[in-house]
């Protein structure tokens, strides 16, 4: 049995995607309808794939939030130590912000630890430290 079920906006529109706990819940309370279910069925509803919003939802911010600069979307959009290559764990600002350095896709990479403790409150090229990858604003984003 899928884990996660699509929820589709009253005009059709792919929403997001729901465990299965919260679909039933959804069906429940009666805020959804089943379009597409799979063989099976899970107490009295069947085993949805698909939901339908029974209302329209606006959702103004659900695309902007994918474009907002987080520590989290830079050791995403790295995957790895800027510094080392090593596994990434936290997010180290080229200019630090100390010096007026912002979080920006520009400004912000992923980064060790350890090479984040060396560097510390530095340029790379105080710190003499060679950046692996050059940040950049992801593509989702330029091309909006």
Request: charged fraction near 25%; charge should be positive; glycine fraction near 4%.
């Amino acid at each position: 049995m899928d884990t996660h079920v699509l929820v589709l906006n009253a005009s059709y529109e792919p929403l997001q995607r729901v465990s299965m706990h919260h679909a039933i819940k959804m069906l429940v309370r009666e805020v959804a309808v089943i379009e597409e279910a799979s063989d099976g069925s899970f107490g009295p509803f069947p085993v949805p794939k698909v939901l339908r919003l029974v209302r329209y939802v606006v959702m103004k911010w659900a695309h902007r939030r994918r474009h907002i600069c987080t520590k989290s979307a830079i050791k995403l959009r790295d995957k790895m130590c800027a510094y080392c290559g090593g596994h990434a764990e936290t997010v180290d600002h080229i200019v630090p912000r100390s010096r007026g350095g912002t979080l920006t896709w520009e400004n912000a990479v992923a980064a060790c630890m350890k090479c984040n403790h060396r560097k510390a409150n530095r340029t790379p090229a105080e710190a003499g430290m060679k950046l692996l990858v050059r940040p950049i604003v992801p593509k989702f984003m330029a091309l909006q």
